[in-house]
T-cell receptor, first 113, second 114 residues
């Protein structure tokens, strides 16, 4: 069974640009969550999607957005990139039932220069 | 608001020695608790979880954790560590089933020495 796939693995962007990251969940999983990991702030929750609807949102500015498609694949977008957006972005998928866990992808490392 | 505290940022330990990684949480409601491990340049892998029932939870790779409601703790233990256990360990809390909004601790870097 394939795991959570995030593309691309590495990305370098310039300040002011925008970026789109992709996440393909495990087959059959309908919930996708996104996290930002930085050395200074650690792991912070960005948002959670289930059945194409955002169910939870973390404390991030509106430059961070996401969506989920009918096949459960998800994308997140960051507009007007800032140096501080450099981070490892992790996606996690789950069945969205009790007693299940979130399975994480390997992440996309975004560097803003 | 929920929060998770991992007091030790780094824990060095010799191979085959026991280890305990500490985690305390604060929440006004019932919580689900998790320990994840992260190897370099990798995502997070679940070690174990506490949802309900027995307060002693056994996970993969010989790890276990004990949920202590009165002390709001969920410490991770392993009786004998291996070099391959060198990694970063994260404690996380979630307030309810069906949501995967985790609040993570700042992580503990476990370094196993030969």
């Amino acid at each position: 069974k394939a795991g959570v796939t995030q593309t691309p693995r590495y990305l370098i962007k310039t300040r002011g640009q925008q970026v789109t990251l992709s996440c393909s969940p495990i087959s059959g999983h309908r919930s996708v969550s996104w996290y930002q990991q930085t050395p200074g702030q650690g792991l912070q929750f960005l948002f959670e999607y289930f059945s194409e609807t955002q169910r939870n949102k973390g404390n991030f500015p509106g430059r961070f957005s996401g969506r989920q498609f009918s096949n459960s694949r998800s994308e997140m977008n960051v507009s007007t990139l800032e140096l501080g957006d450099s981070a490892l972005y992790l996606c996690a998928s789950s069945l969205r039932q009790s007693n299940t866990e979130a399975f994480f992808g390997q992440g996309t490392r975004l560097t803003v220069v | 608001a929920q929060s998770v505290t991992q007091l030790d940022s780094q824990v060095p330990v010799f191979e085959e020695a026991p280890v305990e990684l500490r985690c305390n949480y604060s929440s006004s409601v019932s919580v689900y608790l998790f320990w994840y491990v992260q190897y370099p340049n990798q995502g997070l892998q679940l070690l174990l979880k506490y949802l309900s029932g027995s307060t002693l939870v056994k996970g993969i790779n010989g790890f276990e954790a004990e949920f202590n409601k009165s002390q709001t703790s969920f410490h991770l233990r392993k009786p004998s560590v291996h070099i391959s256990d060198t990694a970063e360990y994260f404690c996380a809390v979630s307030e309810g089933s069906g949501t995967y909004k985790y609040i993570f601790g700042t992580g503990t870097r476990l370094k196993v020495l030969a």
